[in-house]
């Protein structure tokens, strides 16, 4: 019993608290903060470790609703959506119920999409079983092309990103001869570079720099007003929350497919439903509940793909692969053959995270906004010391330390000038897929 909470309920309640509270804040977002945790879960239990990172991805998506609905200020891009219906919402004095609309239709995407994960990878990894080495080459291929067509920027600049990721992963030692290749005579760069230090440095450092200047100095707080929904807002709200878990379920598996696409996509649908577009005016609950749906949904069923093929659909799924294998768990079938309690405990885990995200942020909801009004300029280089103790605890690396300072420099120069960032994560990660099983089929020939 002992095992099964320190395994399941601690890590399930201590990420869901830090992933909201990573979801309130602009900043370090939840792959840096995944990617920090790396080194923290090294000793954990493996279902721990995949857990608590499980539950921040999640709860960065509950966490920024609030800032969203009470400030029109969301910590994650997904909030931008349920800003626009949320935000009027709680101006007209119905800020209470847009966050407990907001809660209920994410747990309702987060159990369901638990659900579809649980049954659905294993069948994705025995179909896997039928793919050589030039299909799954071919398989990754099409989701960095897919990356590069749905991602924000543009065909031209993803395509730069993706290039630029793909020679920031293939820097290090060749897999067939091992031979350094493109590592400038710096010996730290024979074993490649770090995840850590990439996704942290351009995610986390990147936006901590961008965001120096007050973000919250524009904001105001808006009324939280009653809670409890109507009868009918609850009519209204529960259609347009299964509508956004199955389309959030669905974006969620393609490679490139974010929350924020999730969460647009349903915004558009509800739009185009609800016939009196009058309401949309003060703020209707489907404009809450479907992308908040969405966005939660998105979140999780990228675990198909990463359990299911070992290819991760989104930055953060990289980060979790990265974790995967730190603990010696493959992906594919080799998971569910040889680590089948794994997979049990982390569905469980994703359930439990789910319910304990529901209960911290509706009843938390005075702590959270207590949290909002510390000064920006105080919690910026807060974030970035974290950030720099966290890559240098990695591997106590200085190196490590300089990689962290140029990404960030990098996702600052790119952010300003339109650039997306999540091509160049995919490129580091899935090129050394794409060679490694390139090389397999051709030394197969």
């Known amino acids: 019993m002992i095992e099964l909470a320190f395994t399941l309920l601690m890590p399930a309640a201590l990420g869901a608290l830090l992933g909201t509270l990573v979801g309130l804040l602009p900043g370090i977002g939840p792959a840096a903060t995944m990617a920090l945790l790396l080194p923290v879960t090294f000793t954990w239990p493996a279902e721990a470790a995949l857990i608590i990172m499980c539950a921040v991805y999640f709860g960065a998506q509950y966490g920024s609703s609030t800032t969203a609905i009470l400030l029109n200020l969301p910590g994650e891009a997904s909030g931008l959506v349920t800003a626009e219906q949320g935000h009027r919402m709680a101006l007209d004095g119905r800020g209470g119920v847009a966050l407990v609309i907001a809660a209920a239709a994410s747990l309702l995407a987060g159990l369901g999409t638990a659900a579809l994960i649980a049954w659905s990878t294993p069948i994705l990894a025995q179909a896997s079983l039928a793919l050589g080495p030039l299909q799954i080459a071919l398989l990754i291929l099409l989701a960095g092309v897919a990356v590069v067509a749905v991602g924000q920027g543009g065909l031209l600049r993803n395509s730069a990103m993706l290039l630029l990721g793909a020679l920031i992963g293939l820097i290090g030692a060749d897999f067939g001869g091992g031979i350094p290749r493109m590592t400038m005579g710096i010996a730290e760069l024979r074993d490649g570079v770090g995840m850590v230090p990439l996704i942290v440095g351009l995610f986390g450092v990147g936006e901590v ?14 009324p939280v007003g009653r809670f409890w929904p109507t009868p009918k807002e609850w009519h209204h ?3 347009a929350a299964v509508r956004g878990s199955m389309l959030g379920a669905l974006v969620g598996m393609l490679p490139g497919g974010s929350t924020l696409l999730a969460a647009l996509g349903s915004q558009s649908i509800e739009r185009r439903l609800w016939r009196d577009k009058g309401t949309w005016t003060t703020g209707h609950v489907s404009g809450v509940a479907g992308p908040e749906a969405a966005n939660n949904a998105a979140a999780q069923t990228g675990l198909i793909p990463l359990i299911g093929l070992g290819i991760p659909p989104n930055p953060a799924m990289a980060i979790l692969l990265g974790a995967l294998l730190l603990h010696g768990v493959p992906p594919g079938m080799a998971m569910f053959e040889q680590h089948a ?13 789910n319910l304990m995200l529901f209960v911290l942020n509706v009843p938390l909801v005075g702590l959270w906004l207590n949290i909002l009004r510390v000064p920006m300029q105080v919690l910026m280089p807060l974030i970035l010391l974290i950030s720099l103790i966290g890559v240098y605890a990695h591997q106590r690396s200085l190196f490590d330390v ?7 420099v990098m996702g600052l120069i790119f952010r300003h000038a339109g650039f997306g960032l999540a091509p160049i994560v995919f490129g580091a990660v899935l090129a050394p897929l794409f060679e490694d099983h390139l090389r397999r089929y051709l030394m197969l020939l």
């Open 237 to 239: 709200s529960a259609p």
């Open 402 to 408: 300089w990689l962290l300072m140029l990404f960030g």
């Open 341 to 353: 309690a794994l997979f049990n405990h982390l569905i469980w885990g994703i359930v439990l995270a």
């Open 209 to 222: 720099l961008a965001s120096w200047s007050g973000r919250h100095a524009a904001s105001t707080l808006a």
